[in-house]
């Protein structure tokens, strides 16, 4: 068993961020990722990804992401680099490759247990994300459809489908996007299925504009002052340029969700059917927390009560980057920043 004051627990953006706030608090720590390289989820994104805002609003504390020379808004390939570059500039104590299996109470520590060995900390800072635990609804038949099925995370490129009929499922980013990936190629039939109608933003509001709405709205709640809407009362979907170039082609027109799959396809309500040779389920995420259960601290909606990032029923316990409720836009590069700050703030005045 090792000890140390700090396990944190994955090497993503918000391992990465807690890191450099870590250090230069200088508390003794460790970042545990389960990936063999770095990177964090950015690596398995499909090949067309691009950030949402240009790389100087999308950048970690202490360094500044470089632009990507003829791209406004970087590709994840480079999003990739720059955390490698990061990780590597500040000498972050990351172990690649060692995943977490659980983590418990002993005497007034924390015990982090791995595939590699036992950590023993003052506190943890959990910082998993969502990318390893997709959701897929429970649709009628998707267990009778004889083709092809994929969630967002299998998603990488319109190879391989050339010639098929495609439906994509999802209304956010990720099926705007993908839908758009996929009908920009002309060579595959795209069907693109949203449960409401899909709210693209005004082609000017970027990630920029997005963070200030998130923030603006946390300190309108810490406050006490009427609930802004966020991110979510201006709408769903950002207008990358892909995601414009299918719009402004009509290739970007999405149908109410159908009621069942078939075998060769789905059926709508009035009993219209299309065809398809695959789905993408681009259905969203959960959070990846099933190493905290043995904590028992889940909540409604298998989310950890938190003030801030600590956690409210064991306050040795940080979340980091999974969403608003532990930070606003703190599942974002440029977001991450504030919060991972403030949970180094408090680690640090623990006993």
Request: glycine letters at 14%; one cysteine or more.
């Amino acid at each position: 068993m090792t000890s140390t004051d700090v396990v944190v627990i994955g090497g993503g953006q918000a391992g990465l961020a807690a890191g450099y706030h870590l250090r230069r608090r200088g508390l003794d720590f460790v970042i545990l990722d389960a990936d063999p390289a770095p990177g964090g989820s950015w690596q398995h994104m499909w090949n067309s990804l691009h950030l949402f805002s240009p790389a100087e609003h999308s950048s970690l504390p202490g360094r500044l992401m470089p632009a990507q020379p003829g791209e406004t808004y970087p590709g994840a390939g480079h999003v990739v680099d720059y955390l490698t570059d990061y990780e590597k500039r500040y000498g972050l104590p990351v172990r690649h490759g060692t995943r977490v299996i659980a983590v418990r109470r002993d005497a007034g520590r924390l015990l982090v247990e791995t595939d590699t060995g036992t950590w023993r900390a003052r506190a943890v800072i959990s910082a998993t994300g969502t990318w390893s635990r997709p959701f897929l609804p429970a649709v009628p038949g998707r267990d009778v459809f004889t083709g092809r099925q994929l969630h967002t995370v299998g998603y990488r490129s319109p190879a391989g489908f050339a010639g098929q009929r495609v439906i994509v499922v999802g209304g956010g980013n990720s099926g705007a996007q993908i839908a758009a990936d996929l009908a920009l190629d002309g060579h595959i039939e795209v069907t693109w299925v949203t449960q409401r109608p899909p709210r693209i933003l005004p082609d000017d509001i970027d990630g920029r504009a997005l963070f200030d709405v998130a923030t603006a709205r946390r300190r309108a709640l810490d406050s006490g002052r009427r609930d802004t809407g966020g991110v979510a009362s201006l709408g769903d979907i950002v207008a990358v340029p892909p995601v414009r170039a299918a719009r402004d082609a009509g290739l970007l027109t999405a149908k109410a969700m159908f009621s069942r799959l078939t075998a060769d396809g789905a059926q709508w309500p009035d009993g219209s059917r299309a065809g398809a040779d695959a789905i993408v389920w681009c259905t969203g995420f959960r959070p990846a927390l099933s190493h905290l259960a043995p904590l028992g601290l889940r909540g409604r909606r298998g989310h950890i009560p938190t003030d801030g990032t600590r956690a409210l029923g064991e306050p040795r316990l940080h979340l980091l980057g999974y969403g608003d409720w532990t930070g606003p836009a703190s599942a974002t590069l440029i977001g991450v920043g504030r919060p991972a700050r403030d949970a180094a703030h408090e680690i640090a005045q623990l006993g």
